[in-house]
């Protein structure tokens, strides 16, 4: 009897020992590579019986589907692990845009920052929002334009535009409301992307202008302060003349004080007209300005002159004030109204801007012939032929 009983408990121990090696534990699932940090443990026994399933939940801000089956003492895995959820899209500031700064994609740990547009400042205390585990943190940042601070005028000023409500971009105009004051300072200023103006403030004063500094040459007069319409008198260096043969004067351009002509000096030297179909100038290869005493070739074409209407080649030479002794230009052979007495005035309107070989029909006056066997006036290089064209 005693020996059936022990055999009894022997088998009770070895069924029960059968038994626990069926079990699976927490610690094998938290020591097996389906196991991450995302996993929500807390609520799980410790000791599973064989063929227990086991739902697995997320901690908050992940979401997933995932099961445990315990096996002859093995756990076994179904579904998917823990994934961080979305908060989905961030939204748009007004003013503003945002880029992701950290993370990937929308989702839990995410960081976006704001930057606001260009001529628009942050106002909110932060600039950023984190997706938290119940969605984005914080609110939307808000941009607002830059002002740019009240300005003052002088009551001689116009000016075009709103100085009170000033914002980014917006521009300001002055002119002086009197013609005898010039504007010094910008014409313009606009409120710029940080809310400053981006210049001073101009003021309106007389029409003066200041003594120049002329390379090549210089000023009569000591430097002084010239007023509306005073001329400047200044003078060239050696082998320089005026740029503008005209004696500048102080006047008001466009709003400013200015000499006009502009003062300069430029090097002595001829310059040449654009040529015309009426003739060709010989010029030397690679000369495109003439020093005194350099010369050149003109030759006009049959129906034009230089020098005089009889003359159709001249040779013309740089004078060392930089002027041609003769002008290199070729004109067209023209006959004036001829001013004999003795041609009848009612048809005179008919001889102007005859040219070179035209012929012009004419009357003589009562008392007065036209040379035998001429029958019609004639434009020459010497004038109209005949000579004259009524004779007694």
Sequence with gaps: MQMGTACVLLLWLQTLTFVKCQECTLQQFKES??????????????????????????????????KLVCVEGNWQARGS??????????????????????????VLGSKVVYTCYRGFQMVSWTNYRHCAA???????????????????????????????QATFGNVLRFTCKSSNE????????????????SDVVPECTGITCETPEIEHGSVRDAPREYRENEILNFDCNSDYKRVDKRLPRCTKVGGKATWSPTPGCKVISCELELQTAGGTIHIPPN???????????????QRYWIVDPQTTTAEVSCNSNG???????????????????????????????RKLGDTVPYSCRRG?????????????????RPSPLCQS
Excluded at 37 to 63: H, M, R, W
Excluded at 86 to 103: I, Q, V, W
Aim: glycine share 10%; proline share 6%.
């Design 368 to 384: 007065f012939d036209k040379p035998s066997s001429t029958t019609m006036a004639i434009c020459t290089r010497a004038g109209w």
């Design 323 to 353: 002027e041609w002794n003769i002008r290199p230009f070729c004109k067209e052979v023209i006959c004036s109204d001829p001013q004999e007495y003795a041609v009848e005035r009612f048809a005179a309107a008919s001889w102007a801007g």
């Design 287 to 301: 000369q495109n300005y003439f020093l005194p005493g350099s010369t050149l070739q003109v030759v006009c074409g």
């Design 81 to 106: 692990k823990c994934q961080p959820t979305s908060c989905g899209h961030p939204g748009n500031a007004r003013f503003a845009d945002f880029h992701l700064e950290n993370g990937d994609g929308f």
């Design 33 to 66: 590579p389906d196991y991450d940090s995302n996993f929500n443990t807390t609520g799980l026994d410790d000791v599973y019986s064989a063929g227990k399933q086991v739902e697995v939940p997320c901690i908050p801000g992940y979401s997933g589907f995932f």
């Design 182 to 197: 010039v504007l010094i300072g910008p014409s313009e200023i606009y409120c710029n992307e940080n809310g400053e103006w």
């Design 134 to 164: 119940d969605g984005w943190d914080g609110v939307l940042p808000v941009c607002e334009v830059q002002k740019c601070a009240l300005i003052h005028v002088n009551s001689n000023v116009e000016v075009i535009g709103d100085m009170t």
